[in-house]
């Protein structure tokens, strides 16, 4: 049935206008003020902003890491990921050493094929560069719409590529259309560090912090943006939480590169304080890299609000405090890295961003929908409120006041990173391709209705924008 979503305020990336939204098939049909269908369903929208879906470009669901597997795979984290607002995800494909790109590509349709609530993307981590990896990778990136490559600096002997790879890479990414993500840290030396303070009875979760210093993630983004520039390709530098990694992404901008930053919630409004908290408590707040110094948060906003950091992306990577955090209770580096955000990344946004006058509304948006969607080959299918669009729509009620907890909460893991937090503004109703998703605060969604998203490759949206005249002709 068609659905018509009825004088609520329309937020895209560029726009802030009262209309109303008329939904055929899954797709924005049209968009106009004092629509009427007689056959359509009216949604009232009224005293509410209608914002686009917002597009998460960085999750961890039912990924095996720190000798664990995280607490949400991908029915309850995109269950929870809906009741935040986010309709679109990416998450990140692992693959394994020696074994084909394809099966890590299969195992990851088996664990979201018919569990996902929402659309979803992969990104493929690749870690290293065999003759088996070149002669796979064009065809992953053609036939399963993977146009994202995931490099880890860090994680030595885990996950970590050196960087030849990254290097190589760089060169596939540019010569298929992909886009290069780094997660940017010098393992090396951390690996050094940790053992370090390791040596000195140094165990506490602080530690975390304090061996994985920002001078090394800046060290590390220099180091990718000069491999892009060498390699005339294009980077996606993922979870920057510092003044110094900042820097050297406005750095690699202002030369013209194709370089471009995300930042987490959680580097928004948590610090490495959090991470000294008693009773082994700080091991809920372990991220790599790590929560930082409270000053870089500002640095961030002001990054986020003048287009040296282009999206935020939760990446939720979820463990419960209680037997899995606790592995690392006698070492920090046993610690699984990672925490729940998937769902609050939307309200912290729009909370901390908009309501605290950090941010614009259409900024919001640009950051939480529309830059992902570009930058991930999604758009003008997902990110934006326009016609032809998918009907991926969240309806947000502005005044409402809430407080963020694990009491109500929809992941599955055992805390909340926010808990106790005060936010401005609620999803009301989500609507993915036109249908209701989350309806009055409820779940009224069906596991295994999101769809596998084959996307374009990097810059292909701009080339198909604008069709070349005909050849020839009088000139
Ligand atoms: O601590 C984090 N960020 N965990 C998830 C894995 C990663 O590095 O993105
Ligand atoms: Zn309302
Ligand atoms: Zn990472
Ligand atoms: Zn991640």
């Known amino acids: 049935m068609r659905k018509l979503i009825k004088s609520g305020t329309i937020v895209t990336a560029a726009d802030t206008y009262i209309g109303d939204i008329l939904i055929d098939n899954g797709l924005i049909a049209m968009i106009g003020i004092g629509l009427n269908a007689n056959d359509a369903e009216i949604v009232d929208a009224s005293g509410c902003y209608v914002f686009p879906g917002g597009v998460d470009p960085h999750t961890h669901l039912d990924m095996p890491f720190g000798g664990t597997v995280t607490r949400d795979d991908f029915e309850s984290g995109t269950i929870a990921a809906a009741f935040g607002g986010t309709t679109t995800i990416v998450d990140f494909c692992l693959t394994a050493k020696g074994k084909p790109l394809a099966d890590a590509v299969q195992t990851w349709h088996a664990k979201s094929g018919d569990k996902a609530v929402i659309d979803y993307g992969f990104h493929l981590m690749v870690s290293e560069v065999t003759d088996d990896v070149l002669l796979e990778l064009p065809r992953i990136i053609e036939e399963e719409g993977i146009t994202s490559l995931k490099v880890f600096m860090a994680y030595k002997n885990v996950l ?10 760089l060169q596939v990414a540019k010569e298929q259309g992909a886009l290069v993500m780094v997660h940017a840290e010098n393992g090396d030396v951390i690996d050094y560090l940790i053992r370090e303070a390791l040596a000195a009875g140094n165990t506490a979760p602080i530690y975390h912090a304090l061996t994985r210093p920002a001078v090394l993630e800046g060290e590390a983004t220099g180091r990718a943006a000069a491999l892009t520039e060498l390699a005339d390709s294009q980077l996606y530098v993922v979870h920057v939480t510092c003044a110094e990694a900042v820097w050297k992404i406005a750095e690699a901008r202002k030369k013209g590169l194709r370089v471009y930053g995300e930042t987490c919630p959680q580097y928004l409004v948590l610090d490495q304080t959090d991470l000294e908290k008693p009773d082994f408590e700080g091991a809920k707040y372990v991220w790599s890299p790590p929560l930082r110094e409270k000053w870089n948060q500002q640095v961030l906003w002001d990054a986020l609000w003048n287009g040296q950091l282009q999206a935020v992306g939760s990446d939720q990577c979820s463990f419960d405090f209680k037997g899995q955090k606790e592995l690392g209770i006698d070492d920090f580096s046993k610690i699984p890295n990672g925490g729940p955000t998937i769902e609050d990344r939307f309200s912290l946004l729009y909370s901390e961003g908009v309501h605290k006058g950090r941010l614009s509304i259409n900024k919001f948006v640009d950051i ?35 407080t963020l907890s694990a009491e109500t909460h929809h992941m599955k893991v055992d805390y909340n990173a926010f808990e106790g937090m005060q936010v401005f503004g609620e999803p009301v109703s989500v609507l993915v391709r036109g249908e209701f998703v989350i309806r009055d605060r409820a779940f009224v969604g069906k596991p295994g209705s999101g769809r596998y998203l084959h996307r374009r490759r990097f810059g292909d949206a701009e080339k198909q924008a604008v069709k070349k005249p005909p050849a020839g002709g009088s000139g």
């Open 160 to 169: 970590q590529a050196d960087d030849g790879t990254l290097y190589r890479m």
């Open 368 to 402: 939480i929908a529309t830059a992902g969607a570009k930058l991930f080959g999604l758009f003008p299918q997902k990110g934006t409120i326009a016609i032809g669009s998918d009907a991926d729509i969240v309806i947000f009620d502005p005044s409402v006041e809430r």
